[in-house]
């Protein structure tokens, strides 16, 4: 018997509605300084409860942690069943290549097929995390750097803009949605994969 939805489709509209809202003419506050976390913390002072959006970027950090050990399984456990993502990659499903990852089968799969690709040496981190939260739902947006040898291939070394959406079930934030994405050019329909941050 498949478990309830973890979130209404009544309700699924919020999700767009509520990434607008708290994306738009949000002024922003530093992180405390006893977090210890891998990157800096950004909380929107439109968000409800600062302690729970502490709670989301540690689910993130912990989520990199899981990365870094190539653990699958822990890796999967910080996203809901349904999960739908937007990935730089293309979804490979039975009609051919499709824009997005549908569910926690082909997100998994997308996952055993990247860390393949790639040599021991490979390493993601994040740079300044925002994080909006009310209620049970949160958004993060930050930009996430990814470095790593392909296997039989060059040595990557690029930027990705990232925004995941989150929903607070039974106690932990999971992520309902998952996009990654670079700039590109539309004159010649190249991705720019080697813009750096303007910091950098």
Same mark, same amino acid.
């Given at each position: 018997?498949?478990?309830?939805?973890?979130?209404?489709?009544?309700?699924?509209?919020?999700? &767009?509605?509520?990434?607008?809202?708290?994306?738009?003419? !949000?002024?922003?506050?530093?992180?405390? @300084?006893?977090?210890?976390?891998?990157?800096?913390?950004?909380?929107?002072?439109?968000?409800?409860?600062? @302690?729970? &959006?502490?709670?989301?970027? &540690?689910?993130?950090?912990? =989520?990199?942690?899981? +990365?870094?050990?190539?653990?699958?399984?822990?890796?999967?456990?910080?996203?809901?069943?349904?999960?739908?993502?937007?990935?730089?990659?293309?979804?490979?499903?039975? $009609?051919?290549?499709?824009?997005?990852?549908?569910?926690?089968?082909?997100?998994?799969?997308?996952?055993?097929? +990247? +860390?393949?690709?790639?040599?021991?040496?490979?390493?993601?981190?994040?740079?300044?995390?925002? /994080?909006?939260?009310?209620? $049970?739902?949160?958004?993060?947006? *930050?930009?996430?750097?990814?470095?790593?040898?392909?296997?039989? *291939?060059?040595?990557?070394?690029? =930027?990705?803009?990232?925004?995941?959406?989150?929903?607070? /079930?039974?106690?932990?934030?999971?992520?309902?949605?998952?996009?990654? !994405?670079?700039?590109?050019? +539309? !004159?010649? *329909?190249? @991705?720019?994969?080697?813009?750096?941050? !303007?910091?950098?």
């Amino acid at each position: 018997m498949n478990e309830p939805h973890p979130f209404p489709a009544r309700a699924r509209f919020c999700i &767009a509605a509520f990434a607008a809202a708290v994306f738009i003419g !949000s002024p922003l506050q530093a992180q405390d @300084a006893q977090m210890d976390l891998p990157f800096e913390v950004i909380v929107s002072e439109a968000t409800e409860d600062a @302690a729970a &959006a502490h709670e989301v970027a &540690a689910a993130r950090a912990d =989520w990199l942690e899981a +990365f870094a050990a190539q653990d699958l399984e822990r890796m999967m456990s910080f996203y809901v069943e349904d999960i739908y993502s937007y990935d730089l990659m293309a979804a490979p499903t039975e $009609d051919g290549l499709a824009m997005a990852f549908d569910g926690e089968a082909i997100w998994r799969q997308n996952w055993v097929a +990247f +860390f393949e690709m790639f040599e021991d040496d490979l390493v993601v981190s994040i740079d300044d995390l925002t /994080v909006y939260q009310q209620g $049970d739902l949160a958004t993060v947006r *930050g930009l996430t750097r990814l470095e790593g040898t392909i296997v039989d *291939g060059p040595f990557v070394d690029m =930027w990705t803009r990232e925004t995941n959406v989150l929903r607070r /079930v039974n106690g932990r934030w999971l992520v309902l949605h998952d996009h990654v !994405s670079v700039p590109i050019d +539309f !004159s010649t *329909g190249r @991705a720019l994969t080697d813009l750096v941050p !303007s910091d950098r």
